[in-house]
């Protein structure tokens, strides 16, 4: 079975750090979030990729074909104008032919979940991985309706939330038949002006499909700088060692868990941690502290400079 990940989203959320970079590529201890994703998928078998890029993602290319230590077969398609996800899959599906799981470059689930989906697909004709979530951000998603088997029955795409169907929410990771493609080519803008996958899958229910929703209560979503200094620092917390160069400056000193990645430039006499991660090719000046923080590439830390709690990008 292959997996499509649709990784062309420039995250304009993640505004300044994705000035340099797409979404996907934004650093985790010192791995692209994609390369994270994709790890998920790998660990439960799924290791034949369609990975959805933006225009001149050379980066991407570059990691996948020269530097992930994960054994992958990836086919790359281009989307050259970013028209939402059901025209990112529309792109890809000349090379899917069968079955096959679609995720999102920014999102983590545990691999058990993974596990579970899979079986749950291939027992039915699709699944769906489903999270509860407060009323308030139902809107934001797309509920659906369930019978008593966890079989859907409706799914809607950010709906007002009187016309909510529930608070139980589809995620970004799909089991789906190849039928879904052939539908998805025959919907209609909806009021959004945009061609929407829920509305596919809404049409393969109706004709007959039985699709399961599997439900998890844990997920990790990088929308914002903040979401990516939280997963930075849960990957840190739960990392058995933090990583840290051999050689450090006169003076400084090292409050672990930290993450430094090859190529950083220390300072003399500064405090590191806890709870820091900085990325190849940032620049620290002398007398730093930094606590809570990520420093990304190219960043540049003027000597004295005190920083907590932030995600700091190169000017």
């Known amino acids: 079975m292959k997996a499509v990940i649709l990784a062309a989203g420039r995250g304009t959320r993640l505004v300044p750090?994705?000035?340099?970079?797409?979404k996907a590529m934004v650093p985790v201890l010192g791995r692209p979030l994609v390369d994270r994703v994709v790890e998920m998928l790998a660990e439960n078998g799924l290791r034949d990729l369609v990975m959805v890029i933006g225009p001149?993602?050379?980066e991407i290319q570059h990691h996948f074909t020269a530097v992930t230590g994960l054994d992958l077969s990836v086919e790359f398609v281009v989307q050259e104008e970013r028209l939402g996800m059901a025209h990112a899959l529309g792109l890809a599906a000349p090379l899917i032919d069968g079955p096959f799981v679609l995720s999102a470059c920014d999102s983590l689930?545990?691999?058990e979940h993974v596990e579970a989906l899979l079986h749950a697909g291939l027992r039915a004709d699709g699944a769906l991985s489903l999270m509860d979530v407060p009323l308030e951000r139902v809107c934001l998603a797309a509920p659906v309706e369930m019978d008593e088997d966890c079989a859907i029955?409706?799914?809607v795409e950010k709906p007002r939330p009187e016309d909510a169907p529930s608070n139980t929410v589809s995620l970004p990771l799909y089991v789906l038949p190849h039928r879904v493609l052939d539908l998805l080519a025959e919907q209609a803008p909806s009021a959004r002006g945009e061609y929407e996958l829920q509305d596919a899958i809404q049409a393969l229910i109706d004709e007959g499909s039985r699709i399961i929703g599997v439900k998890t209560d844990q997920r990790l979503q990088v929308s914002t700088p903040e979401d990516?200094?939280?997963l930075n620092l849960r990957f840190l917390d739960e990392s058995p060692v933090g990583r840290v160069r051999e050689t450090i400056p006169d003076g400084t000193i090292i409050q672990g868990p930290v993450w430094i990645d090859d190529g950083?430039?220390?300072?003399?006499?500064?405090?590191?941690?806890?709870?820091?991660v900085l990325e190849r090719g940032c620049v620290l000046g002398s007398g730093v502290q930094i606590a809570h923080s990520m420093i990304l590439r190219d960043a540049l830390v003027p000597d004295g400079l005190t920083i907590e709690g932030q995600v700091v990008t190169a000017e």
């Open 17 to 22: 750090v994705t000035d340099d970079r797409s």
């Open 56 to 58: 001149d993602d050379d």
């Open 109 to 111: 689930k545990p691999v």
């Open 153 to 155: 029955r409706r799914i």
């Open 228 to 230: 990516l200094l939280d």
């Open 264 to 276: 950083v430039i220390l300072g003399s006499n500064c405090r590191i941690g806890p709870d820091v």
